[in-house]
């Protein structure tokens, strides 16, 4: 049925439709207007084949009607009238649609400002005008009541007896005195009433006057009123006051930080510093790779078209369009973050043991040293706060349960920091600037403690009795020279840590400074640590290596009491010396200053000097720190320059001392830095160049050191670090060696390469070839057989066995691991057996060093092999049986390298090179026309020429049927102006005639 | 020289010395000046032979030395002067001119002994001065010539010459000053000529050799063929008028005799290391080619190839010559070329030209691919204990090899790839091995060249890089890589600009790197207060 309906439905509709249609198709022939078309193509459908100039026509002035002929009305009329009515324009609509639309918008409208849940209200109540809820305030105190206090004036109408009696009084009969006229009586009656509304308002008026002013008068008398009422108060609340209302208040009223600069924690800070740190390193790591990196798997940009090889755009993209903040291409770096997110998580989930052993690995795998530092640094700092919150014993508990060595050294920790704790806060509590950074300082100089402690409890663990917290510095220093003489890694790490702990140092000194008399107190227990330390450790070691009896005891008091006395120099050192300087004007007025100074007051002086100029303070200061920069590289020289045997340690003291403060010029005047070190290096290869057999002198050796200090010694190319390397490299190829001081030069410089070279893992020839040398000259040669060296030593004669031991030195006490050259040893001359001993034993290390380092490279064998050969032909019999044992240990770790398997050099295969695809070319087809051969700038050029001579040419048509238009609107309205007029005069003819006749009627009828 | 402290003294003097020469040449009053000035000649050296040389050269071109002669056997001066006096009556000019020549004579009597044994600066000066003289003398003889026209003062320069070779003094930059002169065709082939007569048969010692070798070496020989008649060339002694000058032309044939007399001499000389590099320099750049039967060397050279270093190479040079012009057979030159790359050749000044002449042996792509491999790899192995400068050469040089023989592109790009076969894994390439085509060296890879991608030189690093990429389609042009030393490395390298200078970022506390410290592990530096 329904279909049935439907269909019936469509079938109307659909003959509807035709009837339209059909309608509209009844064209009258002579209305069309065919196009000629020249030549017919087949299959073009040609739209303006017809066309329908009558109804194009009746469309245009349609058109024109509405807005043209708009225009023109209004054209003069600055006001406008915007009928808003709904509907009125719209001529489809009845009368009544309309008022149904305006209705529901009206509805609407009401509705929509509505709040759905509200069934109550749906209009407001209104009183007098005023919503109900205004009312309802009570804002005006003016109540009826005060208006209408009695009955009569309620209504402020007439009284009831006048009006009974004027209304309804029985009229003008029942009253006696009819003297006044009714007419009277109404006037008096309105009079009356007129009357009394007036002074009705008056008195209202007053009432109002009054209420205002009492309320001002009150006003004015209200604070004395509450004065005297808290006068009374005050006392009782005195008596009120708590430290817990203070604390509530002080919490209450507290400024309350914005979200934007909220108060980083410290998880964050640290955060936000490894993150600096990761970023940091990773550009390192780029800088590293050089152009190396980036030729290898970033190829050129093609551009999206290229069909070359398409498939591998995408990549490139992601990793080619991160650009650093130098704008270095940052993609693979990019990539290394990544890992190192993810090592971190890895890190993070595994124990903290492990953690460690990855950070004792470290120098092998520098990418992430730094990370796990970072990482070890985070644990510790949760470690420690753990232990701020919670001092006893359920945290270490926590602890235990992760990792069994941790176990002694956090019982410690978690002591110390309750001593250092207390310590802390009654320092802050005198020194006036209690800030965060102090605590900081002094939490992560405790963290580096932790830091230090599991290794030693690893190494010790067996053998450490020393549980009591008395001062650990002292246990920890023992246990540390006890690593260093039992096993070499842990020396490594410890160093590592160490390192780690030394930026916190001068942080921590710099608090100590400004506390007073109690600060001292604390000073023997807030640890003074790692650089002092590091090299008391050093004596310590060589000490112990020469006179082992010295007992424990002995040398834990050794190092308090150099310690302390470091700890006095200083200190006194600050006080002593005047808070500032100038700067100096010359290298002179610099050398007055300090030349009769120790290298601790050295120190003070320039920091102070550098301080009291810094950049911020002055513009012209940026200059004298220029200036003092170069002062101190001469002051530098100078002492090295001088240096003499007794001296040379001294010197060296004044350099380590002066490291931090060139550092710190460095970074705030990079340019300069820059320069002046180069032209210092300029200068010294220029005297190198001019004695090129003579090892160049101390003071160059120790502008090596000082570059790897500045300069990222890693990078690829580096406009100082690579000079610095050229220049190395070529002392080592050419300087002549013949004595003591020149073998330990060498050996220096060697040194410094493997410096240079451990982060890159960089091959430097010469380097080798000089420790080939040196193991050379040691090796006992058999009297027939020639063995083959590289120039600058010799093959043959005195020269080549400089260092062969004779005499039976198996008695010798050395370490091999903790083998330190002397820095005497730069300056003598003579050789002695002790010295040839160290020496062989300092170049067996070093080639296990560079051994590690280069092992990855495929010819690691042959460049290593003359060395192998030479080690393995000495016997070694003179020399003590330790070293012995090291070298053969180097030796076998050296002939693992044979081993290793080589695989051939293969390029890497070329992707096939896809068929090029290349856009089909079109050619004009001759079209009758000729064409121009011409660019195709101009082709376009000349399109769009002809298209705008087009358009030109259809506006001017419009414009002209537009005045054609308005023309025609013009005659209209004159015609009809003028019939109008006409029809006027005619009809007042008529009606003047009319008159007229009727007139002559008038007179002819008379 | 002068030394600024009697710098005033000696000005004065050489002030009165030029009053008295003008005085002298303006009148024969003053005649005796000439005796003073001579006199002075111990105390004011330079000036006294710059005043004479003005003195004599105004006196050779006035004439005044110039003596009609009835007896003209004489050779010598000497003898005419003596001649003349006993057989004529003296007159006061004869005598005044007999007088002068006294004194010329005794000049140039000074001036060779001047040019023996005195500081250096005055030696020069007392040769610039005997020369020009000598030229002078060419112009405006003392007597009338049989050859009209022309006239070469022979029994000057022989002297001169003697002086020069003097076994005593390395005369290396009289020398050099006597070059100036062989510019002059006649001075060149006068000295050509005399060199036979002063090259003693018997062995000499090594300064007289080495300061002959200089002479030879300085002197040119023109080329067969060349210069004979050529216009432009001017004549040391020819007289001023051009239509006079009848000087026998340029003698090619007589030149290159004197040469062959003179080489022959010397090859029979024993000879002194630094000698017989010397030798081995001239005869190979300049003798060679003059030459009647350069085959007669192959003992010598031969004999020089046994000798290692330099003198070896060179001598190859000349093999290599010998092999190539005149037909020489000798199958072990490559043999002997490849043992001589050692890593001693880094440490000679013929480096350079080793590897030039390598490169030249070398240029042929008919050589088997075994010899050349093995010479890849061997330089190879040599860039791990090169210096920088070496390396860079090295790898332009294996690169070409590589270039020229594409069968040896296995060595860097191998077809199948994978592990080295054999029983260690070690590289097969045999360093040892005299024989470069038993050291195995197809059977191997760059792997050195691979491991100098890491080298700290930033310069070789990138250089190395090429075993990576595709060959180019010409040849690297190693003249410019064969001049530079590691000088030039290190100021390329602090030229090298920069937009941002990178700093370390972790503050050092001392003298210690925050990580990664090694000099202080090793040395113990500071001493504690």
């Known amino acids: 049925m329904v279909k049935v309906k439907n269909k019936k439905r469509n079938l109307a509709e659909t003959t509807a439709k035709k009837r339209d249609q059909s309608k509209k198709k009844s064209l009258n022939a002579f209305e069309v207007h065919i196009n000629k078309e020249k030549h017919k193509v087949l299959g073009r459908k040609n739209k303006a084949d017809r066309g329908l100039p009558g109804v194009a026509r009746a469309k245009a002035i349609n058109k024109r009607k509405n807005t043209l002929l708009h225009e023109y009305k209004v054209k003069d009329k600055s006001n406008t009238f915007v009928d808003r009515r709904i509907g009125e324009k719209n001529s489809s609509m009845t009368q009544e649609d309309k008022v149904m639309a305006r209705f529901a918008a009206e509805k609407m409208k009401a509705h929509k400002k509505k709040n759905i849940f509200n069934l109550n209200d749906e209009e407001l109540l209104t009183h007098r005008g005023q919503t109900l809820a205004e009312i309802e305030k009570y804002d005006d105190p003016r109540s009826d009541d005060d208006e209408y206090s009695d009955e009569e004036n309620k209504t402020g109408k007439l009284d009831k007896d006048f009006v009974s009696e004027a209304h309804f009084g029985g009229g003008l009969l029942s009253k006696s005195d009819s003297s006044m006229s009714r007419k009277d009586l109404i006037e008096q009656l309105i009079a009356e009433s007129k009357k009394r509304k007036a002074e009705k308002q008056k008195v209202r008026e007053q009432t109002l006057d009054l209420t205002d002013k009492l309320d001002s008068e009150w006003k004015d008398l209200l604070p004395i009123v509450n004065a005297s009422k808290k006068r009374v108060e005050e006392p009782y609340e005195k008596t009120k006051v708590d430290d817990y209302d203070i604390a509530l208040r002080e919490l209450k009223f507290e400024a309350r930080g914005t979200p934007s600069d909220r108060l980083k924690s410290e998880e964050e800070i640290a955060k936000e510093e490894k993150e600096k740190l990761e970023t940091l390193e990773a550009d390192r790591l780029a800088r590293m790779k050089g152009s190396a990196g980036n030729a290898d798997n970033a190829s050129k940009h093609k551009s999206a078209d290229d069909l070359d090889d398409g498939f591998v755009v995408e990549d490139i993209n992601e990793e080619a369009l991160t650009y650093g903040e130098d704008g270095v291409v940052n993609g693979i770096s990019k990539k290394k973050d990544d890992e190192n997110l993810e090592d971190n998580n890895e890190n993070k989930s595994v124990e903290e043991s492990e953690s460690r052993e990855s950070s004792e690995d470290e120098n092998t795998m520098p990418e992430d040293l730094i990370n796990d530092l970072a990482h070890v640094q985070t644990l510790e700092e949760k470690l420690k706060t753990d232990t701020e919150l919670v001092p006893n014993n359920g945290n270490q508990i926590q602890h235990k349960s992760k990792d069994p060595y941790d176990n002694i050294p956090v019982l410690k920790i978690s002591d110390d920091n309750e001593v250092t704790k207390a310590k802390v806060n009654k320092h802050q509590r005198i020194s006036d600037d209690a800030d965060l950074l102090k605590k900081n300082d002094n939490r992560a100089a405790t963290s580096t403690k932790i830091s230090k402690s599991p290794i030693t409890a690893e190494s010790s663990g067996n053998g450490v009795e020393d549980k009591s917290s008395e001062s650990d510095i002292e246990s920890e220093a023992e246990e540390n020279s006890d690593d260093n003489d039992s096993d070499e890694d842990n020396l490594s790490d410890l160093k590592m840590d160490e390192s780690s702990s030394e930026e916190d140092t001068p942080l921590l000194m710099k608090n100590v400074k400004f506390s007073t008399n109690v600060t001292q107190k604390v000073m023997p227990y807030s640890k003074p640590t790692s650089t002092p330390l590091k090299s008391i450790l050093k004596t310590v070691n060589n000490e112990s290596s020469k006179v082992e009896k010295l007992s424990a005891e002995e040398r834990t008091a050794l190092i308090i009491a150099d310690l302390l006395k470091r700890k006095e120099m200083m200190e006194k050192a600050r006080e002593e010396l005047p808070y500032t300087y100038a700067a100096p004007e010359s290298i002179e007025e610099l050398q007055k200053l300090l030349q009769h100074q120790n290298a601790d007051y050295q120190s003070v002086i320039v920091e102070r000097i550098i301080k009291c100029n810094h950049q911020s303070l002055a513009e012209s200061n940026k200059e004298k720190l220029a200036k003092l920069f170069a002062y101190l590289l001469q002051h530098v020289n100078e002492c090295m320059m001088n240096a003499e045997d007794r001296d040379i340690g001294n010197s060296f003291q004044i350099f380590d001392r002066l490291c931090p403060h060139l550092y710190d010029l460095t970074h705030a005047l990079p340019g300069n830095a820059k320069t002046c070190i180069q032209e210092i290096m300029k200068e010294k290869h220029d005297t190198f160049e001019l004695h090129q057999k003579k090892y160049p002198d101390l003071d160059t050796l120790i502008l090596f050191k000082l570059v790897s200090l500045l300069f990222p010694t890693s990078d690829y190319r580096h406009p100082v670090v690579t000079p610095a390397i050229v220049f190395m490299s070529q002392i080592l190829t050419r300087c002549r060696v013949r004595s003591r001081s020149d073998i330990s030069k060498g050996l220096f410089i060697c040194t410094l390469v493997l410096e240079y070279t451990l982060l890159s893992k960089r091959f430097s020839p010469s380097v080798i070839n000089f420790l080939r040398g040196v193991i050379h000259m040691s090796t006992p040669k058999p009297s027939v057989q020639v063995i083959k060296t590289i120039p600058p030593f010799k093959c043959i004669g005195e020269l080549s066995n400089l260092l062969v031991v004779d005499t039976d030195q198996t008695k010798i006490k050395i370490n091999p691991e903790s083998n330190l050259m002397l820095a005497t040893d730069l300056n003598e001359n003579e050789i002695d057996d002790n010295f040839r001993i160290r020496t062989f034993v300092t170049a067996v290390n070093l080639v296990s060093e560079f051994k590690t380092q280069l092992e990855e490279l495929d010819a690691a064998y042959p460049i290593f092999e003359p060395i192998i050969k030479l080690l393995s032909m000495n016997k070694m019999s003179n020399y003590p049986e330790n070293v012995k044992q090291r070298v053969r240990c180097i030796l076998k770790d050296l002939n693992t390298l044979k081993n290793k398997k080589l695989e051939y050099i293969t390029r890497e295969k070329k992707k096939p090179k896809a068929l090029r695809l290349y856009e089909p070319r079109i050619e004009t087809v001759y079209d009758g026309r000729r064409h121009k051969p011409m660019s195709k700038e101009k082709a376009e050029r000349e399109k769009l020429l002809h298209k705008y001579k087009r358009e030109v040419k259809g506006a001017i048509r419009e414009v002209r049927r537009d005045t054609a238009f308005l023309a025609k609107v013009q005659i209209k309205q004159q015609i009809k102006s003028d019939q109008d007029r006409k029809r006027k005069v005619k009809e007042i003819f008529g009606d003047a005639a009319l008159q007229q006749g009727e007139l002559n009627k008038i007179k002819r009828s008379k | ?529």
């Not at chain 2, 030395?65 to 056997?73: A, P, R, V």
């Not at chain 2, 000044?349 to 490169?359: V, W």
């Not at chain 2, 088997?368 to 920088?388: D, I, N, S």
């Not at chain 2, 040896?408 to 360093?431: A, N, Q, T, W, Y």
Request: aromatic content about 10%; some cysteine.
């Open chain 2, 1 to 529: 020289m002068a030394v600024p402290g009697v710098c005033l003294p000696q000005k004065n003097t050489s002030r009165v010395l030029r009053q008295k020469a003008e005085e002298f040449l303006a009148s024969r009053k003053y005649a005796n000046n000439l005796v003073d000035i001579i006199g002075q000649w111990e105390e004011s050296n330079t000036s006294c032979i710059l005043t004479l040389e003005m003195i004599f050269i105004e006196v050779l071109k006035r004439g005044n030395m110039y003596q009609e002669q009835s007896i003209s056997l004489t050779i010598s001066g000497k003898f005419k002067y003596l001649i003349v006096r006993t057989k004529k009556e003296p007159s006061p000019e004869s005598r005044y001119i007999s007088w002068l020549r006294n004194c010329y004579e005794e000049v140039w009597g000074k001036l060779l002994q001047s040019i023996e044994g005195c500081r250096p600066a005055i030696q020069l000066q007392a040769l610039s001065t005997a020369l020009k003289l000598m030229a002078e003398e060419g112009k405006m003889p003392l007597e009338p010539t049989d050859n009209l026209g022309y006239y070469f003062p022979l029994h000057r320069l022989k002297p001169i010459l003697m002086k020069l070779l003097s076994p005593d003094n390395e005369n290396t930059n009289l020398i050099a000053r006597f070059q100036e002169i062989a510019a002059y065709p006649d001075a060149l082939y006068f000295t050509w000529k005399s060199l036979p007569a002063l090259t003693p048969k018997k062995q000499p010692n090594d300064t007289y050799i080495s300061n002959l070798l200089e002479l030879i070496d300085k002197m040119p020989l023109p080329k067969d063929g060349h210069g004979e008649k050529d216009e432009e060339w001017k004549l040391l002694c020819g007289p001023q008028q051009e239509e006079g000058n009848n000087f026998v032309s340029w003698d090619q044939f007589g030149t290159r005799k004197a040469l062959n007399k003179v080489w022959a001499c010397v090859m029979h000389w024993e000879l002194g290391v630094q000698v017989h590099k010397k030798l081995l320099v001239v005869l190979l750049e300049r003798v060679i080619h003059h030459l009647d039967k350069p085959i007669l060397l192959t003992d010598f050279l031969m004999d020089s190839l046994d000798i290692d270093g330099p003198i070896g190479m060179l001598a190859l040079q000349g093999v290599f010559l010998l092999v190539t012009k005149h037909n020489l057979d000798y199958p072990n030159i490559f043999t002997k070329l490849y043992s001589m790359f050692e890593p001693e050749i880094f440490h000679t000044k013929y480096k350079a030209r080793l590897f030039y002449l390598s490169d030249l042996f070398l240029s042929s792509t008919h050589l088997p691919e075994a010899l050349v491999a093995a010479f890849a790899k061997r330089l190879a192995r040599l860039t791990l204990v090169a210096p920088p400068e070496d390396i860079l050469i090295i790898l332009l040089f294996v690169g070409n090899l590589l270039l020229r023989h594409p069968g040896l592109k296995r060595m860097i790009d191998h077809p199948e790839g994978g592990e080295v076969k054999g029983s260690s894994g070690d590289d097969p390439f045999l360093m040892e091995e005299r024989d470069p085509l038993l050291s195995n060296a197809l059977m191997t890879s760059l792997w050195e060249i691979r491991a100098l991608q890491w080298h700290t030189m930033p310069g070789v690093a990138a250089a190395a890089r090429f075993i990576r990429d595709p060959l180019p389609s010409v040849e690297y042009d190693m003249a410019a890589a064969l001049e530079r030393t590691g000088g030039h490395i290190f100021e390329r390298e602090l030229k090298s600009k920069v937009k941002e200078i990178m700093l370390t970022f972790e503050r050092p506390t001392s003298m210690a790197l925050p990580k990664g410290e090694r000099l202080l592990q090793y040395w113990q530096l500071t001493t504690i207060h």
